[in-house]
């Protein structure tokens, strides 16, 4: 394909994507991100930029077809499945190719203490009773935990819920995961005994991961569920060698 004629979506959200639209702004190839527009100010992605939800798949691709879009690259989270589950049927459908960027899941380590689980209905049946736990989620995941009145909740997020009435219950600590040593810092200072967190992989939120293995503080890790079959690559690098190659 002639780069010049490369017109490519990055579904974004995600550190890699804004590196992606960064890196590829200045090559002969039209890069749109797209956001979701979850937060109040988004970062904003160099290059161009689009926000808000398509639609449903048949938005998604409506908007392939009217952009002449002719490679999806999937950069959202890797828990943001139903944006995957779309980007996947609207390739399909729309015959437009599809990468998907796909952080490395963590992997247990020697000292780690951890608990895997499937989803937050599992987590939420081995929370241990009594204890200090850090929520280490999305603002939109943290509802369920407003049912549970056996266990102290703090929630660090990017951002108060709009609903902030209905978590009493919760704790907010509003910020950017940290450096090891703040990380390390919060959990003393909230004396906190067992971390919920999503197997994100990463670098970013991992320092909480390294910070949990330190203090010996055990991790219920809610782990991926099996995504649609795409054409996975796992780095930016890996992206950008395939691109000068096609
Ligand atoms: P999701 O459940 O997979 O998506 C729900 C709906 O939001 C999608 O059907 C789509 O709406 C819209 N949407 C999601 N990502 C979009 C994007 N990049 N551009 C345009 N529309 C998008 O997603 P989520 O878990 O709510 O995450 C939303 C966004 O936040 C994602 O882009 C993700 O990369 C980012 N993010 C998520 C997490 C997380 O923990 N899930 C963490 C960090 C960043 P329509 O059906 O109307 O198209």
Redesign the pocket.
């Known amino acids: 394909m002639e780069k010049e004629r490369l017109s490519i979506l990055i ?4 550190t890699e994507s804004y590196n992606l639209a960064e890196i590829l702004e200045n090559q002969p190839i039209k890069v749109t991100t ?3 527009g ?1 937060t109040t100010s988004p970062r904003i992605p160099k290059g161009n930029w689009r926000i ?5 798949t048949e ?2 691709i409506h908007y392939i077809l009217k952009e002449k879009i002719n490679l999806i690259i999937d950069a ?2 890797p ?6 589950e ?1 980007a996947y049927e609207a390739s399909r459908i729309a015959k437009v190719p599809l990468i998907r960027l796909e952080r490395p899941l963590w992997k247990k380590q020697e000292k780690d203490i951890w608990l895997s689980v499937s989803n937050i209905d599992e987590a939420i049946a081995v929370i241990p009773k009594g204890k200090n736990i850090l929520l280490a989620l ?1 603002r ?1 995941h943290i509802a369920p935990f407003t049912q549970i009145d056996d266990a102290k909740f703090t929630a660090r997020m990017l951002e108060y819920p709009e609903d902030m009435e209905n978590y009493k219950n919760i704790e907010f600590i509003i910020s950017y995961p940290n450096d090891l040593y703040q990380e390390k810092e919060l959990l003393l200072d909230k004396k906190i005994d067992c971390i919920i967190c999503r197997n994100s992989g990463g670098d970013t939120s991992y320092t909480k991961i390294k910070a949990a293995r330190e203090l010996e503080i055990p991790v219920i890790m809610i782990e991926r569920l099996p995504l649609p079959n795409a054409l996975i690559m796992h780095s930016v690098d890996d992206i950008l060698a395939y691109l000068k190659n096609i």
Do not use: N
Request: net charge positive.
């Open positions: 579904l974004g959200g995600t797209s956001l979701a979850r808000g939800g398509f639609g449903g938005g998604l959202t989270h828990f943001a499945r139903q944006m995957t779309h999305g939109q």
